[in-house]
């Protein structure tokens, strides 16, 4: 070959043909008709071939100017769309996204959200950790730990997700064996599976308006609400746990809430996202938080059940 044949050739060439002709060309490249005929002769000189009929009035393609054609128009194409997505990388969520979760809400909730926000962004990869211990982001690479807390640290940046509210539930066997409590009080002649910490120290007053600490009786205490979910679904007792973990067995009629002294549910906690400031420039850690927000909102789906 002779000169070789640049990409501003195959769009000069592709341009004649769009609008049928030379000087229809040169007005929608703004140059000049010589210019465009210039380049049109140096590309059928380096290939050797005729690559358009010309007449005074059309012109036409030969066989080798058709094959050149359809090659050169999508060459083009793909060459403006790798330049759009080159422009546009650091703007586009990709790469990996490092999330630290405590266990109960990563084993129930986390794995259908990921699912869903990987349908939006496909070109993110997550690695999940599910602890329930909390992790210093100082001193690991996690991009964002959600976390359950009635108060998060404060030496992070942060964002509200959700409200996450409790309840007192049992099965509907355990409630038809032992009855239907009321009250709080009426726990007393229950059997309560109690997480240490988390379950509420129940107190009721007296005829003096003091507080008495109700004895409960406690067959069964963990340090997790899985396994008092096990537990209460396997018609063992009463537990107080996160509507996240017990709405869809409420909703399947495999668990009962509790209304008692016409509370039915309680919102001490909230889900949070954590963050270093300036991590949330990064468009995967901001694409997940706002995805969060907008698919948890105001009532998740597992809250559906309560009543309005």
């Known amino acids: 070959m002779g000169t070789p044949i640049s990409l501003k050739h195959l769009e000069f060439f592709v341009k004649i043909i769009d609008c049928g002709g030379l000087s229809e060309a040169a007005t929608q490249l703004n140059v000049s008709p010589s210019a465009v005929s210039k380049s049109l002769t140096a590309m059928e000189d380096t290939l050797g071939t005729t690559l358009i009929k010309r007449t005074t009035r059309s012109i036409t393609l030969t066989d080798a100017g058709q094959y050149l054609f359809n090659r050169a128009n999508k060459l083009l194409q793909e060459f403006d769309e790798t330049l759009n997505i080159t422009s546009g990388y650091y703007h586009r969520p990709h790469g990996e996204l490092r999330i630290t ?62 409200p996450i509210r409790w309840a007192y539930c049992a099965s509907p066997r355990y409630l038809a064996k032992k009855g239907m409590p009321q009250r709080r009080s009426d726990l007393v002649d229950h059997d309560c599976l109690v997480y240490p910490g988390l379950t509420p120290v129940l107190k009721v007053a007296d005829e003096q308006d003091r507080l008495h600490q109700l004895k409960l009786n406690m067959p069964i205490q963990a340090n997790s609400s899985l396994v008092l979910l096990k537990a209460v679904l396997e018609d063992q007792g009463v537990a107080y746990l996160p509507t996240y973990l017990i709405g869809d ?19 001490t906690h909230a889900l949070y996202a954590l963050y270093f400031p300036s991590k949330y420039s990064n468009p995967k850690v901001r694409s997940f938080i706002d995805f969060m927000v907008a698919e948890l909102g105001p009532l998740p789906v597992w809250d559906n059940w309560i009543p309005g």
């Open 101 to 162: 979760c405590s266990i109960a809400f990563g084993y129930s909730r986390l794995v259908n959200l990921v699912d869903k926000y990987r349908s939006q962004f496909p070109d993110v990869n997550l690695y999940i950790d599910l602890n329930d211990n909390f992790v210093n982001l100082n001193e690991t690479d996690f991009d964002i730990a959600l976390r359950i807390s009635t108060a998060p640290p404060q030496n992070y940046a942060m964002r509200k997700l959700v």
């Open 249 to 267: 067995h409420i909703q399947k009629e495999e668990l009962t809430p509790l209304m008692l002294d016409s509370i039915i549910t309680c919102e």
